[in-house]
């Protein structure tokens, strides 16, 4: 159980960031961290070292996060639309340029609920964790193109929505 | 190129460093001339790409490992044997369904083509024995009722 522990303490920064990234909830972020990190200890004598141990762990990762994200979002939608249970926040158009931590991660998380879980995890992985198209590929096991279509689409909107303004 | 083209660029290989060189420099070339574009690319970076990369990597709660600890010798101590099989399952596990499939499918077809064929080889090999018996039989003179001695006559006057 101490090495495991190892292991989480290198790898579980990054999990509870992605599983936060596609959920937007630290609630549903820290069941997915625990959810995956059970997987892993259950697995770990049959990972095949076919791809890197860290895009294995995004892929666990993201793939968890996107179906309890789903699972949620239709519990949800039956009762109400999703967008009043998730608060957006709009920025201001002088405070959004200080980038301090904490309005900054206001205005990410804001950015990230717009976006379905598909592009958010794109977003994700490239934006927050700055992996290649070729490693959000192997990680979500989708082509290139894909991760091409899903990150302009991703973008474009959030374009829409926070590009407006005086400034560029 | 079109500003069209340009801007899909900007959305994605040009922000994100995938273009090649010799694209690279067409989009810059391009962008020095219009302005258009080079205010998209501007409001990109600062709007959604600078906010969404400055964001910090989270850490979560120090409470979290003795929770997955717990799940993890909770699950143990529920069923040992349960949990004892995820993890041989995990090893065990067939990794290429499909190739493992194609590969008992081939030994499946070998061992019927071959056992077949032993079939086949068996009962052509009895008939040749019974056809070898029955010819010595004939010419030694003793197989059944097939004897010269039975029509009285050489064989060779039936035909002659």
């Not at chain 1, 959810?35 to 070292?49: E, M, N, P, Q, S």
């Not at chain 1, 699972?71 to 949800?76: C, I, L, N, P, V």
């Amino acid at each position: 159980m101490e090495a495991f522990e190892e292991i989480y303490r290198a790898s579980s920064g990054y999990v509870y960031t992605v599983a936060y990234g596609i959920t937007a909830s630290r609630e549903d972020a820290e069941e997915v961290t625990q959810d995956v990190f059970v997987k892993i200890y259950r697995k770990l004598g049959g990972f095949g070292f076919r791809s890197s141990f860290k895009t294995w762990i995004y892929r666990i990762t993201a793939n968890t996060a996107i179906n309890r994200y789903r699972k949620k979002a239709k519990r949800f939608r039956r009762e109400r639309p999703l967008d009043e249970v998730l608060s957006r926040v709009i920025p201001g158009e002088k405070g959004d340029e200080k980038f301090d931590a904490d309005h900054n991660r206001t205005l990410v998380d804001s950015m990230l609920k717009s976006l379905p879980p598909d592009q958010r995890a794109c977003v994700v992985l490239r934006e927050i964790e700055g992996l290649k198209y070729e490693e959000i590929a192997r990680t979500l096991e989708i082509k290139i193109n894909t991760v091409k279509t899903r990150l302009k689409r991703a973008r474009k909107k959030l374009m829409t929505i926070y590009g407006k303004g005086e400034k560029p | 190129m079109r500003c069209s083209k340009i801007r899909e660029l900007v959305l994605t290989d040009y922000t994100d460093g995938e273009l090649n060189e010799r694209t690279r420099v067409e989009v810059e070339a391009h962008m020095r001339t219009c302005e258009n574009c080079r205010r998209f690319e501007a409001r990109l970076k600062s709007r959604v790409s600078d906010p969404l990369r400055k964001a910090q990597r989270l850490e979560p709660p120090e409470y979290l490992w003795s929770r997955i600890k717990g799940a993890i010798e909770e699950r143990a101590k529920e069923n040992p044997l349960t949990a004892l099989k995820e993890r041989l399952e995990s090893v065990l596990v067939v990794r290429r369904p499909a190739l493992a499939l194609a590969s008992l499918a081939v030994i499946l077809i070998a061992a019927v083509f071959f056992t077949g064929t032993f079939i086949e080889r068996s009962r052509l090999n009895s008939y040749i024995e019974e056809q070898v018996d029955f010819l010595e039989t004939l010419n030694n003179g003793n197989g059944n009722g097939y004897t010269y001695d039975d029509i009285g006559i050489p064989m060779e006057d039936l035909f002659l």
